[in-house]
Structures are given as C-alpha cells and as structure tokens.
C-alpha cells in the first residue's frame, strides 16, 4: 500500500482546524444566546486541545486517512444548557447549525483565495510555495464542505439530527431524541448504503460547483 506521509499530516492538520472551528462556532453561538456553559469550560478556543476526543479526532480519521476506509471524525461535543438559552429550543436550533455554517464559511473562504491567488508552474530546482499554499487551500474547501453537508444529515447526535429535534414539537422530539442511542450505527448504515450518494456525495458535489475557484 502506497502511503504519502505529507498528505496525511495535511489532511490531518487541516481536519483538526476544522473540527476545532466547527465546535468552537457551536460554543460561541450558545454563549450569544445565553448560555455560558461551554465558555466557562473554556470551549470558546482555537486550541484544538479543548475540543479533541482521542478515539474521534485522532484514532478514527488517522485510520481513515491511511486505509482509504470511510472517513467519520468528531470533536468532543458542546455541552449546551436548553434552560439557560433565551428562547430554549429555537436557540438550540442556532447552536446546532452553527458549527455546520462555520464549515461552509471556512470552505467558501478557501474558495475565494484560490480564486485570487496566482498559481506558478511548477519548475524544476525553483522554490514554489503558491502550488502547495493551492493544495491546502483546495483540501480546507473540500473537507468544510464535506463536513458541513456530512453533519447535516438529520440524524441525532448530527448536527442535522439537533436541528431537526429543535424544530419538531416538543413529544415527537422527546420520540426523536431516543434515536440518539442508535445513532452511530445508523450513521455508519447511511455510510455504508447507497443513501450516502443521495444525502451527502450530491450535496458536495453542488456545493463545491457554487463555489468560486480558479
């Protein structure tokens, strides 16, 4: 089996920023609508430190990356307090979708750079920064986008699924959150069936074609 160590450590690197901002935009966003909980446990931070889970940011998506397996990472989760929000569940709606929303922001930032940025042929014994400047910026769009459309799908502990508990009425959401004991098996059948195209492969695909790019 054919390893690029370089590529990996990119990938890596640029996952862990990312699950870094996604979970930070998640604490933030409860902090602005009342609740500090995650502030005051010192989730509102660049330091990936404070989010990492060892199995889910580190175990998991190194296997991915080196097997080729299908890749699923996480973050420890943002501890939200419903009570302590302004508007209770509406609220908690936001701070679900915020973390998925912080992605695609990282995504269409990456867009817009390469958009901008002159990229060099390569030549050979000439130093070259701007093609590999390009290929982080090209994984950081791809990868926001994957973990934006990935998050979104409507199952708990998804972001999707939050957002979808958020907006049922209150009984059909108690019924729903049930869901959530299943959940990773329910998220590795999606992977793993060809609902995957539909929920996540087309999305990406469409998302990545809006965005401005060289």
Same mark, same amino acid.
């Given at each position: ?10 990938? #890596? ?7 870094? !901002? ?6 933030? *966003? ?6 500090? *909980? ?7 931070? %660049?330091? +990936?430190?404070?989010?990492?889970? +060892? /199995?889910?940011? /580190?175990?998991?998506? &190194? %296997? ?18 419903? =009570? ?7 609220? @908690? ?20 750079? &390469?958009?901008?940025?002159? !990229?060099?042929?390569?030549? $050979? ?6 093609? +590999?400047?390009?290929? %982080? &910026?090209?994984? $950081?769009? =791809? ?10 799908? +409507? /199952? ?7 957002? &979808? ?8 959401? =108690? ?8 959940? #990773? !098996?329910? /998220? @590795? ?14 999305? @990406?695909? *469409?998302?990545?074609?809006? $965005?401005?790019?060289?």
């Amino acid at each position: 089996m054919d390893i690029n160590i370089g590529q990996i450590f990119i990938s #890596f690197i640029v996952l862990l920023f990312s699950l870094t !901002i996604h979970e930070m935009a998640h604490a933030w *966003t409860a902090d602005r609508l009342g609740d500090p *909980t995650a502030r005051l446990l010192g989730r509102i931070s %660049i330091n +990936p430190l404070v989010h990492a889970d +060892p /199995i889910g940011t /580190i175990l998991f998506p &190194l %296997i991915g990356l080196v097997t080729g397996a299908p890749l699923i990472g996480w973050a420890k989760p943002v501890p939200v307090n419903l =009570r302590r929000l302004r508007h209770g569940r509406s609220d @908690y709606v936001l701070v679900a979708a915020a973390g998925p929303a912080s992605n695609l922001a990282l995504a269409l930032g990456a867009a817009l750079l &390469l958009s901008v940025m002159p !990229i060099s042929p390569v030549t $050979l014994d000439e130093m070259n920064v701007s093609v +590999p400047i390009a290929a %982080i &910026l090209s994984q $950081l769009l =791809r990868l926001n986008v994957l973990l934006a459309v990935f998050n979104m799908i +409507p /199952i708990p502990p998804l972001d999707g699924g939050n957002v &979808l508990a958020g907006l049922l009425p209150q009984r059909a959401a =108690r019924v729903f959150d049930q869901i959530g004991q299943f959940g #990773f !098996i329910l /998220i @590795y059948a999606v992977v793993l069936s060809p609902a995957f195209d539909y929920l996540v492969v087309k999305p @990406y695909l *469409t998302i990545v074609s809006w $965005l401005p790019t060289h």
